[in-house]
């Protein structure tokens, strides 16, 4: 269905030229998480008005039968006329951090309803081995599946926040 959705622009999107901006992988074991931030320069859409597009993203990869595949990816469009002050960003970095380290105390204490109470009500998480799970529902019964194991533990610390 993906195909189909992005039929439309097959062929008539160009781009000048890209910069990848301050790339950073995170590696345990076979997952890899790459981020990075992207500018798309002169992109033009079927002929139209030549623009600059702003992305931050982030790209999940696993190591399968020795090589590095993309199992996630996900890019966000950054609005160029966004103008927050230092302050607003550091405060949103503060909360950020401050919600970070309350989700791994609960993982660490294995506190369910603590857990799953950081996800969106419509949000997707994809585990190893598992179908992706849709809404807090079905991330609460997988998790709950996972915490009951006694050798289960996981430990969480974000290595850098930035609010841009």
Not at 78 to 83: A, M
Not at 84 to 108: G, H, N, P, Y
């Amino acid at each position: 269905s993906l195909k189909k959705y992005i039929a439309p622009f097959t062929g008539k999107i160009s781009i000048e030229r890209v910069e990848m901006i301050d790339p950073k992988v995170q590696r345990a074991g076979d997952l890899a998480v790459l981020t990075f931030n992207l500018i798309d320069y002169g992109a033009q859409v079927a002929g139209g008005p030549k623009t600059t597009a702003r992305w931050n993203s982030t790209e999940v990869y696993r190591r399968i039968n020795g090589s590095w595949k993309i199992v996630h990816s996900h890019w966000s469009y950054v609005k160029p006329d966004i103008n927050e002050t230092e302050d607003v960003r550091e405060a949103d970095a503060r909360a950020i951090r401050e919600s970070e380290t309350k989700w791994a105390q609960a993982w660490a204490a294995k506190d369910l309803d603590e857990i799953v109470s950081h996800y969106a009500d419509d949000a997707s998480v994809d585990l190893a081995n598992m179908p992706i799970l849709n809404g807090q529902d079905a991330i609460r019964a997988a998790l709950k599946q996972r915490l009951a194991d006694p050798n289960f533990a996981l430990t969480l610390a974000p290595a850098q926040i930035e609010v841009s």
